[in-house]
């Protein structure tokens, strides 16, 4: 794969469809996606995406996305014959975070990369004594602590545990997710010691349906 000159969306999902299965179900595309986020022009290359988008494509974009009490969450590419998704995260100003999101101790449903746009944040990465059934977390303990400043890029699996502390005004971030490779994922508020399990609301229509 060529990374020379501006990086666009359509070369970086061309360069992970060309890896191959093993490589998205394994989630060893971080030397990939790494390359491509060190190249110039990221930030501008998805400005002029959104720039030409047509009416039709915003409105898919924003019936994608979703608000969390901590940022936005900008669905850019969902195909379905794709093993990934694209994402933009836009973080809200720290006055209006609400507790619980970004800022507890979390794993997630798949495996994703990404890369600071703007701004900055403060990245802590976990270890975590799970309940029976891994349902729930009993403890965690902090394995690291980073500072990470624009054109930091990172992978995480959907079975290690983070959290974002704190983030500076205007922080946004790309990411490359894999499809879910959970039915779950778990949360953990490190003062109070409360575990949370979140099922994804589409995985509970039939249990909706249960106790109608």
């Known amino acids: ?3 020379a000159g501006t990086a666009t969306l359509p070369e970086l999902a061309s360069g992970i469809t060309a890896a191959g299965p093993p490589a998205v179900d394994q989630w060893s595309i971080g030397p990939l996606f790494e390359g491509w986020a060190a190249q110039p022009g990221v930030r501008e290359g998805l400005r002029e995406h959104l720039r030409t988008l047509t009416p039709q494509e915003e409105r898919r974009i924003v019936s994608r996305s979703r608000e969390t009490t901590t940022h936005f969450a900008w669905c850019l590419r969902d195909e379905p014959t794709e093993p990934f998704t694209f994402w933009l995260h836009e973080y809200k100003p720290q006055r209006d975070w609400r507790h619980g999101y970004a800022d507890s101790v979390h794993n997630h449903r798949y495996h994703f990369s990404t890369t600071i746009l703007t701004g900055s944040y403060l990245h802590e990465r976990y270890t975590a004594r799970l309940g029976a059934g891994e349902r729930s977390i009993l403890s965690a303990a ?5 500072e990470c ?4 890029s990172g992978t995480m699996l959907a079975h ?3 959290r974002i502390p704190r983030a500076g005004d205007d922080t946004m971030t790309f990411l490359v997710k894999s499809r879910a490779v959970s039915p779950w994922s778990l949360s953990f508020d490190p003062d109070t010691g409360a575990s949370h399990r979140h099922v994804p609301v589409e995985a509970r229509l039939e249990e909706l349906t249960n106790q109608l």
Not at 142 to 146: A, D, G, I, M, V
Not at 149 to 152: A, I, L, N, S, Y
């Open 1 to 3: 794969m060529d990374l």
């Open 142 to 146: 902090l394995l690291r602590r980073t």
């Open 149 to 152: 400043p624009v054109g930091t």
């Open 160 to 162: 290690e545990f983070h």
